[in-house]
């Protein structure tokens, strides 16, 4: 019995070992495969939080392995984060809306009359993220700002595709606007908005809500870092930040393919642009055209791509790129004029970042008031990162407080 039991503790310290191995590969596989420019804030932090979303997708695929729990399902679980307790300022309450899980956070202090409510999607790539992963940025939120906050759980990718995701937030934002009332707020003053995933997301229902009639208007939307086309991935930013974390240009083109249907075979031609007709990327190169972007943000390097014939057959399987639902940046101009007065967040080290630039001039090309803010030392997902203890970034705390700003200008 000894003996065997000496063996199973052998075996579990090989595999255990092994298991290391593997993750400190990995690990320094990808850290040397990432690119951290000069100028990205507190850059030794940043490769620290690389290497542990690294180290965590790895551990995730060992368990996977062993039959334990999907790579997804523990990578959820990780950065969904330490649960939060209750807080002396804000009543906190789960509910839904409708079919949809949401939190609300409302300010315990009188108000005069009706608050602010801000209908907010969080990001994650239409992958990962929750209600809990965002419940601080949204305690925070709603204590500064003084207003109602209602973040969507939505249903995420791949078990559930597009347009699941989009008629979630759909539903949570009518019924919001539509019972506003009920939580003390001004319907004239919702808000809708996002990050990353979340603000494509945000994008589109206030496209949506534009054609909406007996609903009351958006007052305003916010989005941050959002990506708003799957059209162009060798945009400058594209270029400039391909390796740069959180995000890399590849992983980004992953995540719309698993929003879009689940299946990243065809990444490459994505990658390349072969899922686009030649005809739709004229009718759009207006809006999408890197000519559009201002020059000092080519300073770091822009090779304009070589034009790529389209496969039918992909574009058959991707076809939805070419709607406004998943790619906002390419709605019709009599939509855009009526969209609300926007606050826009871009980060200089971000592969999104163009896209927050190119629908900035789209908005005030029709007369949309845009609040700008760029974080000039930011990188994807900086905001999250805003109280994060020892990986706390200061610019992302600068970033959300001016967004709070915006938010008390209204």
Same mark, same amino acid.
């Given at each position: ?27 320094? %596989?990808? *850290? ?63 509910? &839904? %809306? ?16 009706? !608050? ?39 249903? @995420? ?12 937030? @759909? ?25 990353? *995933? ?44 391909? *390796?740069?974390?959180?995000?890399? !240009?590849?992983? *980004? ?31 759009? !190169? ?16 822009? &090779? ?6 389209? #496969? ?42 163009? #896209?927050?630039? @190119?629908?900035? &001039? ?22 999250? %990162? ?23 200008? @209204?």
């Amino acid at each position: 019995m000894g003996f065997l039991y000496a063996l199973l503790l052998l075996v579990l310290a090989a595999f255990l070992g092994a298991a290391i191995l593997v993750v400190v590969g990995s690990i320094h %596989f990808d *850290a040397t495969n990432s690119e951290i420019p000069p100028g990205v804030e507190q850059a030794a932090k940043l490769r620290v939080l690389h290497a542990l979303l690294i180290g965590t997708a790895v551990v995730g695929k060992i368990l996977e392995n062993l039959h334990i729990c999907s790579q997804i399902q523990f990578v959820r679980f990780w950065r969904n984060g330490r649960k939060q307790g209750k807080d002396a300022q804000l009543f906190i309450k789960d509910t &839904k %809306f409708k079919h949809v899980p949401v939190r609300i956070y409302q300010p315990k202090a009188p108000s005069a009359g009706g !608050r602010k409510g801000i209908i907010f999607f969080h990001g994650g790539g239409w992958m990962f993220g929750s209600i809990r992963a965002y419940d601080k940025m949204c305690r925070y939120v709603a204590k500064e700002s003084e207003s109602v906050v209602v973040s969507v759980e939505y249903r @995420l990718a791949p078990e559930h595709k597009y347009p699941s995701q989009l008629n979630d937030c @759909l539903a949570a934002a009518t019924h919001f606007l539509q019972t506003a009332d009920d939580f003390g707020v001004d319907s004239s003053r919702v808000i809708v908005a996002g990050d990353s *995933a979340g603000g494509s997301l945000a994008a589109a229902v206030c496209q949506t809500l534009v054609g909406r009639h007996g609903i009351t208007k958006v007052c305003a939307q916010i989005l941050i870092y959002p990506g708003l086309q799957a059209f162009d991935f060798n945009l400058p930013s594209y270029q400039q930040n391909r *390796a740069v974390p959180i995000l890399y !240009r590849e992983k *980004a083109a992953f995540y719309f393919l698993q929003y879009l249907n689940g299946d990243a075979s065809l990444l490459e031609e994505v990658l390349q642009g072969s899922h686009v007709p030649v005809d739709q990327k004229l009718r759009y !190169r207006k809006w999408l055209s890197a000519d559009n972007i201002p020059k000092e943000f080519k300073v770091r390097g822009y &090779k304009p791509p070589v034009p790529m014939s389209c #496969d039918e057959e992909v574009y058959e399987e991707l076809k939805n790129v070419c709607t406004p639902e998943i790619s906002p940046l390419i709605a019709e101009d009599a939509v855009v004029r009526h969209l609300p007065r926007t606050c826009i967040v871009t980060c200089e080290y971000d592969v999104l970042r163009d #896209d927050g630039l @190119l629908y900035k &001039k789209r908005l005030e090309d029709n007369g949309v008031p845009v609040t700008w803010y760029h974080v000039i030392n930011g990188f994807h997902g900086i905001i999250s %990162f805003f109280d994060n203890g020892w990986l706390t970034f200061p610019s992302g705390k600068q970033g959300l407080d001016n967004i709070v700003r915006f938010i008390q200008s @209204l």
